[in-house]
Nanobody, 114 residues
Framework: QVQLVESGGGLVQAGGSLRLSCAAS????????LDWFRQAPGKERETVAA????????YYADFVKGRFTISRDNAKNTVYLQMNSLKPEDTAVYTC???????WGQGTQVTVSS
């Protein structure tokens, strides 16, 4: 059973930091690109960041560049999203995914207060 489990979400004040983790099982983790998405209430899902299987290439949405960092540890089957300088508009459910095989995690809530 392929499974992705996110953790690390929570409530933080604006300007604070949070580190999300996505632990994978049931697949050869190092063979796949990993993406982070987010969706706020009433809004469409957005791509936040992505990382290639080796970790050598990354992608960031414009609205998080300079604030968020995606990384992966293939030995631990885990991808991370370090979020700094958080803003209230970052409030959303954050989900990791292996889009190529249609595998999505359950999501973790991030709430940023003013």
């Amino acid at each position: 059973q392929v499974q992705l489990v996110e953790s690390g979400g929570g409530l933080v004040q604006a300007g604070g930091s949070l580190r999300l983790s996505c632990a994978a099982s049931g697949l050869t983790f190092s063979s796949y690109r990993l993406d982070w998405f987010r969706q706020a209430p009433g809004k469409e899902r957005e791509t936040v960041a992505a990382i290639t299987r080796s970790g050598s290439n990354t992608y960031y949405a414009d609205f998080v560049k300079g604030r968020f960092t995606i990384s992966r540890d293939n030995a631990k089957n885990t991808v991370y999203l370090q979020m700094n300088s958080l803003k209230p508009e970052d409030t959303a459910v954050y989900t990791c995914a292996v889009v190529s095989v249609g595998m999505w995690g359950q999501g973790t809530q991030v709430t940023v207060s003013s």
